[in-house]
């Protein structure tokens, strides 16, 4: 059974910075291009950043390039995003998921075949 579990998430003033960690089980992790998604209740999912199989490619949205970073570990099989200079704008749960494609790019989200419950991420002003 393919389970995500992300860990990291939580309350930070502006200008800060968190690190959110998502642990693969029950799936060859280096099969997988990654990507994280953020979406707030009432909003549509946003993509955030991608990260193909080998980490040679990484993907990232206009909001967050510059500020985040997509990195993973596929001896430990986990994905991060680094998160740095937050905003508050963005608030929002942030999601992993696993998709069995070969090159990541800005997505719906559609080809994406597991996905993690969600840390609530909160940047005050």
């Known amino acids: 059974q393919v389970q995500l579990v992300e860990s990291g998430g939580g309350l930070v003033q502006a200008g800060g910075s968190l690190r959110l960690s998502c642990a693969a089980s029950?799936?060859?992790?280096?099969?997988?291009?990654m990507g994280w998604f953020r979406q707030a209740p009432g909003k549509e999912r946003e993509f955030v950043a991608a990260?193909?199989?080998?980490?040679?490619?990484?993907v990232y949205s206009d909001s967050v390039r510059g500020r985040f970073t997509i990195s993973r570990s596929n001896a430990k099989s986990t994905v991060y995003l680094q998160m740095n200079s937050l905003k508050p704008e963005d608030t929002d749960v942030y999601y992993c998921a696993a998709a069995n494609v070969q090159a990541p790019s800005v997505s719906l989200g559609g080809e994406y075949v597991c996905w993690g419950q969600g840390s609530q991420v909160t940047v005050s002003s």
């Open positions: 029950g799936v060859t992790f280096s099969d997988y291009t």
């Open positions: 990260i193909s199989r080998s980490s040679w490619t990484t």
